[in-house]
């Protein structure tokens, strides 16, 4: 689809006459793909908040896998620029049990949407990846270099090369042909609408379903996989969007960019956090037969703060809201 070059990389404030280093015009016509997931519906609202024309398809509207269907669709609508959030996504039992979908749904979701964007001469893309395309036992906090410097985590690892193979594309797209086109790498993120189904959902949301149902059920003892002993770092998802909107706006370099709080929290201390927040009043018991996935993973997030970014939802906050939201 893209033999030869569709679009030249100009700033977008040339469009409106801005400062030069303003690459998306505040009048920009935007395609978020996946805006019913938990990322999507997050930017699409920080988006329309800030002005923007939003323009959206479901999955019956629109298969993203399909590429031919995909590249017709934004050949008509031609957005200024494309937000790339659309994704199979999942937990550790999820991507154990189906590696094939993830990576073959996401390599043909970002195969479409990149290719078909650039040969509608979209002259702006962002593309949004995982923190999970860091090796498994990368220095902390993970800088953006240290991708591909070691062995992936096993239990995610066929998602995360297909967000390598996503990061090497807007590259790739840059390098030969110009294009504006970025990526960001969130950690795990969290948020209202978030996914609560237990054998496919992240792990906060599966904590705070678990505790809720051992509360409502009167149990005695949850039982949570692994040791506890894992930290992670949590973003709620507005987080995210607001510095989606920033690295719109504000950043065209070739490298990713970590989108992370800076802080990260053992998952024994995050389940006693979510304990307390729900009410349950029970024990936890932890089955150490069970993977625990990657020791750590916090993220340097220096490269993002750089642009005047920093987090406004705190953990426990966040947490609060959610299951608030969740239970209404």
């Excluded at 609508?77 to 154990?96: C, D, K, T, W, Y």
């Excluded at 970025?182 to 996914?195: Q, V």
Aim: net charge negative.
């Amino acid at each position: 689809m893209a033999d030869e070059p569709a679009v030249e990389a100009t700033p977008a404030a040339a469009v409106d006459g801005a400062d030069e280093q303003v690459w998306l015009p505040s009048s920009a016509r935007i395609f978020v793909a996946g805006h019913r997931g938990l990322v999507g519906s997050a930017v699409t609202h920080r988006l329309i908040a800030d002005g923007h024309e939003v323009i959206t398809r479901d999955r019956g509207q629109l298969d993203l896998r399909d590429a031919e269907k995909t590249g017709r669709f934004l050949a008509d609508i031609r957005p200024h620029a494309v937000v790339l959030a659309a994704a199979r996504v999942g937990g550790i039992m999820a991507n154990s049990t189906f590696p094939v979908q993830f990576i073959e749904d996401n390599l043909r979701i970002q195969l479409s949407v990149i290719a078909g964007s650039y040969a509608a001469g979209v002259g702006r893309l962002l593309f949004l990846g995982s923190s999970c395309i860091y090796p498994k036992f990368a220095p902390q906090p993970i800088r953006e270099e240290m991708l591909l410097t070691g062995p992936l985590e096993p239990t995610n690892e066929a998602y995360a090369l297909a967000k390598i193979a996503g990061i090497v594309q807007i590259q790739s797209y840059r390098r030969q042909y110009g294009a504006s086109y970025i990526s960001a790498m969130p950690t795990n993120l969290y948020g209202p609408g978030d996914n609560f189904d237990l054998a496919t959902s992240h792990v906060l949301p599966a904590l705070i379903r678990r505790f809720h149902e051992a509360k409502r059920d009167g149990a005695a003892e949850v039982t949570l996989w692994g040791s506890g002993t894992p930290r992670r770092e949590f973003l709620h998802v507005d987080d995210l969007a607001a510095a989606c909107a920033i690295l719109l706006r504000s950043y065209d370099g070739d490298e990713p960019v970590n989108v992370g709080c800076g802080e990260d929290i053992a998952i024994r201390q995050l389940a006693e956090t979510v304990r307390s927040v729900v009410g349950y009043g029970g024990r936890i018991a932890w089955d150490t037969s069970k993977p625990d996935g990657t020791p750590r993973k916090l993220l340097d997030i220096s490269r993002l703060t750089g642009l005047g970014w920093k987090p406004a939802v705190t953990l426990r906050e966040g947490i609060a809201a959610v299951y608030a939201d969740w239970q209404a």
